[in-house]
């Protein structure tokens, strides 16, 4: 039988002075959770972590630079011991007992906080706009992961990650809108009908999407269609693959000595096409890294834009098919061939295509 060790509290730090004896990293995890807490934090440590120093120079927290003093004590709500050494937090533990200071030890795992509300209080129906990250459960966040958790009904994309589908609550109801290339698919305003009228009924519905709602998703319509039908609306950012697919595939979208910054445009519509938005001849003169998404069927004819547009035929460039997931694939070429590069080895969306001397990033090189 497991013994019970102690009563696990939350404790009420908001507003009030909370010493965190100690300035190493044992002490910065207590820091910054306090802080989220609201709770006014004093550090004591004769030195501290750069990071900890930081946060004293812009004035989140006081840093008294020195030991541990009886006035401290007086002055506080809370202690925390965190010097990363076990015999000092226990001095420090004795001498706030002494004072009648409840002392906690700063050893452990700090638990990270999401920013959604708990399963358990419910506001009422509401719609949360889950940004799920490139498709590898790894990567959704905290808070996408506890408001999968306290959901009714998840409605979700093709691309989101699937895999935290198996983290719901026993009766959440699941539904599939999948947007499937040259399949039929769900229409948008289907797809806002379910978000509203699920809400409507009082359930907690999650949207998830695959990367970030905002990039690409439609997130802005569909909160639209839902602020039109008075629904309370919560948002938790993704990792969008824009950025994510890249990374993983080895591929900095800055780098200091490179570019001043990246555009990330969408690829679903040819150059010319009277729907296309884009002025490719300016996307050339850009000097920036391009990151191209759903542009597998037009990659040619997009690589042809850039290079009347100006850019070099031999720029650097990378396309990276199911970024994250189990068959990640990577096609490297020059400008000039990435469309019959990307097409000759089959690749099939979901796809990003960098273009860049970044897609041709050297770990080993010196900058
Ligand atoms: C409709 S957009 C959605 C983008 C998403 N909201 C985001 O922020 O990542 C779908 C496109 O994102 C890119 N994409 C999404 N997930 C990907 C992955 N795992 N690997 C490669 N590309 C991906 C592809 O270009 C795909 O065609």
Sequence with gaps: MRRATGLQVELPVAGRIVLVVGGGPQALGKIALLRGSDAEVTVIAPAAIASIADLAARGLVRWHRRELIENDLDECWLVVAATGDPASDAAVTERAAARQRFCLPGSGGVPVRSAMPPGGSRLGGRVVLVGGGPGDP?????????????????????????????????????????????????????????????????????????????????????????????????LVPGVSSALAVPALAGIPLTHRTANQGFTVITGHVPPGDPRSMLDYAALARSRTALVIMMGVANLAAIAAALLAGGLDPQTPAATIADGSLPGQRLVKAPLVEIGAATGAAGIRPPAITVIGSVAAFDPAATS
């Design 138 to 234: 790894g990567l959704i966040t905290v808070s996408g992961l506890t408001a999968i958790r306290a959901a009714d009904v998840v409605v979700h994309d093709r691309l989101a990650p699937l895999a935290v589908l198996d983290q719901v609550r026993a009766g959440t109801e699941i539904i599939d809108v999948s947007k499937i290339p040259g399949r039929a698919t769900t229409p948008q305003y289907e797809i806002n009908r379910l978000l509203v009228d699920h809400a409507r009924a009082g359930r907690i519905v999650v949207r998830l999407k695959g990367g970030d709602n905002f990039v690409f998703g439609r997130g802005g319509e569909e909160w639209q269609a839902c602020e039109q039908a008075g629904i309370e609306v919560q």
